[in-house]
T-cell receptor, first 110, second 112 residues
Framework: GIQVEQSPPDLILQEGANSTLRCNFS?????LQWFHQNPWGQLINLFY???GTKQNGRLSATTVATERYSLLYISSSQTTDSGVYFC????????????FGDGTTLTVKP | DTAVSQTPKYLVTQMGNDKSIKCEQN?????MYWYKQDSKKFLKIMFS???????INETVPNRFSPKSPDKAHLNLHINSLELGDSAVYFC???????????FGPGTRLTVL
């Protein structure tokens, strides 16, 4: 099956810092999503981004499908950004089956 | 006006019991999913339904049986619960099978 690798596994930042999270995948994908799981366990969909670049406030994401990676940028981080960030991909040949990476645990300190 | 809701939020039960978790979405989506998140936070898909039809059935023990009475509901029934079934179970939905997924709040199942 497809392999999804996220890096770094853990990241600690001071409030106000910027960061980049990476997701590498091993095959051509039809769908890529970024999620944030907050400390209360809620999973929030941040981006649906099979290719290209999208921005939403302090967050932006870029997927380069031909090179099989995606990046999530967090600027001017806040303590509420803490939690686990997951990317999830779906193969062209397997619609409806998302494979999640192991996540990046982000801690933003005040 | 919750988009994807699950009940119960917490479930504590004894080994060997049978339990159900219910999921409802009011987004008008065609596709619904069940995911399992273990104690190490790994998220794995279990089942996916599109228009009440099963389209994804991962290597899940047959003690787990999903049921979709209509497009807005996808319930999960678990027979003969085992210790290893303890996890958080998430329901999700999307417009179609390739879409942007919205997750429910999760059900934390603890098997004693």
């Amino acid at each position: 099956g497809i392999q999804v690798e996220q890096s770094p596994p853990d990241l600690i930042l001071q409030e106000g810092a910027n960061s980049t999270l990476r997701c590498n995948f091993s095959d051509s994908v039809n769908n890529l999503q970024w999620f944030h799981q907050n400390p209360w366990g809620q999973l929030i969909n941040l981006f649906y981004i099979p290719s290209g670049t999208k921005q939403n406030g302090r967050l932006s994401a870029t997927t380069v499908a031909t090179e099989r990676y995606s990046l999530l940028y967090i600027s001017s981080s806040q303590t509420t950004d803490s939690g686990v960030y997951f990317c999830a991909v779906e193969l062209y040949t397997n619609a409806g089956k998302s494979t999640f990476g192991d996540g990046t645990t982000l801690t933003v300190k005040p | 006006d919750t988009a994807v809701s699950q009940t119960p939020k917490y479930l504590v039960t004894q080994m060997g019991n049978d339990k159900s978790i219910k999921c409802e979405q009011n987004l008008g989506h065609d596709t619904m999913y069940w995911y399992k998140q273990d104690s190490k936070k790994f998220l794995k898909i279990m089942f996916s339904y599109n228009n009440k039809e099963l389209i994804i059935n991962e290597t899940v023990p047959n003690r787990f049986s999903p049921k979709s009475p209509d497009k807005a509901h996808l319930n999960l029934h678990i027979n003969s619960l085992e210790l290893g079934d303890s996890a958080v179970y998430f329901c999700a939905s999307s417009q179609d099978r390739r879409g942007h997924q919205f997750f429910g709040p999760g059900t934390r199942l603890t098997v004693l």
